[in-house]
């Protein structure tokens, strides 16, 4: 399978996933602003809407939304536990994290990087991400990872878009739980070699 990414993006999760599942994926690196990849390629063919992660399948076929790509990628070997199975309430509580992680905290950081966005959606931004993440952090009081012992897909989503917070200037130390969290899973040997991988090491 491919993974078109670029370093320390979304992409990074799936990515993380991928290792931890113990998956070899062909990596393409992807320019942002050019939409070509490393080896010059249009990138829109690939995906039209131009971002990443997008996965290319066995079969050719094109997976996209980062928090869809990590459940997909870690069901290739469930015995990993990095999704839990269907069925089990557990699998549902992964889901909801992953649909949290995207639409309480991924679009938001994601304004920051834009330079269309307004001064004052910034700020409305700063105080949304600020509730938010005290509520992942009381979530976390007590546990390793979201799902308690566990590391899951969505650790792997929740761990890249915190990581965005020090390009935005936004202050995690408030967040004690939060801080110990990013450590614990920065730890991890699949988290490392994918840093590597990406060149973020
Ligand atoms: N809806 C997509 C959004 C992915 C996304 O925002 N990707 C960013 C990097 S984190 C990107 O590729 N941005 C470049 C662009 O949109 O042109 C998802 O949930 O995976």
Partial sequence: MKLFYMPGACSLAPHIIANEAGIDLDLVRVDGKSKKTEQGQDFLATNPNGYVPALVLP???L???ASVVVQYLADQKPETGLMPKPGEIARYRVQ???AFVATELHKV???FFKPDTPEATKEINRAHLSRRLA???QKLDGRSYLMGDTFTAADAYLWTVLGWAKFI???LSPFANIQRYLGT???RPAV???LRAEGLA
């Fill in 59 to 61: 079969d050719g076929e």
């Fill in 63 to 65: 997976m996209t939304e």
């Fill in 96 to 98: 909801q994290w992953l």
């Fill in 109 to 111: 950081f994601g304004s």
């Fill in 135 to 137: 509520y992942v952090d």
């Fill in 169 to 171: 200037g936004f202050d």
């Fill in 185 to 187: 899973v920065a730890a």
């Fill in 192 to 194: 490392q070699k994918t």
